[in-house]
């Protein structure tokens, strides 16, 4: 399913609320989000407008990036019930919605009323029946005990401190029946926390999904960090939100998928953006032997052919 058509159904939500609302001077408004959203700073006082408008679209097209991904690796995965944690305006609950239509139960928690009163809203607005009858319950990351086959934590370890990471992980993951996916801001700091639940979790016995394909120690270190991005369009408010010249965006995120049964992995992935000449291509992978570059001759026709189709953050066998 193509990105246009997989938001298409959240758009519509969204311009639904913002025409009851007086969305303000947004590009002021969005600045301080973008600022909020880069240090990791308390959600409490965002303005949701500016939210809806320059942020949540960004989130949901990397939210859908991975489950994607996720999805070409557990073929066989069909959760019927997710939990979005840190839901805010239920941003991952869409995303997977679209991504497995098969989903009957969401629940949705979330600390911020404002945000618990929006998602409550959006879901209603929504024609989807899941969505419609979501539960979206006011509570603080690790509170509760609700359980789904599927647990989403997209964007939310940002306001916790680095070490705390991996205990708020085994939270999730002992509400996880099968399968948790932890999505932060592509940054170092968003990378540390991933990284830090990355070992959590496989200490606790969990088999990784993605990004990674193996289990060793991850080989990313000083100035490297592991991310991937996202291009998305930018609505004609969304460029006028963050005063922006091209109709496009570029989304930085990590993330780390664990699942209670094994998948077949990918050989490697590609970790950097992938550089081709007339010469050949250049990647950057990610695999059990750690990170290498691989080389690929223009010369070697069907395989230059191929390699450069690929893209940052795609699978790769070597």
Known sequence: MSYSNRIGSLDRAIATWLETREAGALRDKADRLTETYRHGRSSAHIDLAAYLTARMPATY???????????????????QSILDVGAGPGTASWAALAQWPEIQNITMIEADARFVALAEELAAASAL?????????????????????????????????????????LKL????????VIIEPGTPRGFARIRNARAALLAAGAHLIGPCTHANTCPMSGKDWCHFTQRLARSRDHMHAKAASVPYEDEPFSWIAVARQKYDLPQARIVAPPITTKIGTTLKLCSAAGLHIQQIASRDKPAYKQAKKLEWGDAFSL
């Open 173 to 180: 993951w002992a509400q996880a029946e099968h399968m948790l």
């Open 61 to 79: 097209a990397a939210v859908g990036r991975v489950l994607s991904q996720i999805a070409v690796i557990a073929e066989s995965f069909a959760p």
């Open 129 to 169: 029946p899941a969505l419609a009858a979501a539960q979206v319950i006011k509570a603080k990351l690790g509170e509760g005990d609700a359980k789904a086959n599927l647990v989403i934590a997209a964007y939310v370890f940002a306001e916790l401190e680095e070490r705390a990471a991996g205990e708020a992980a």
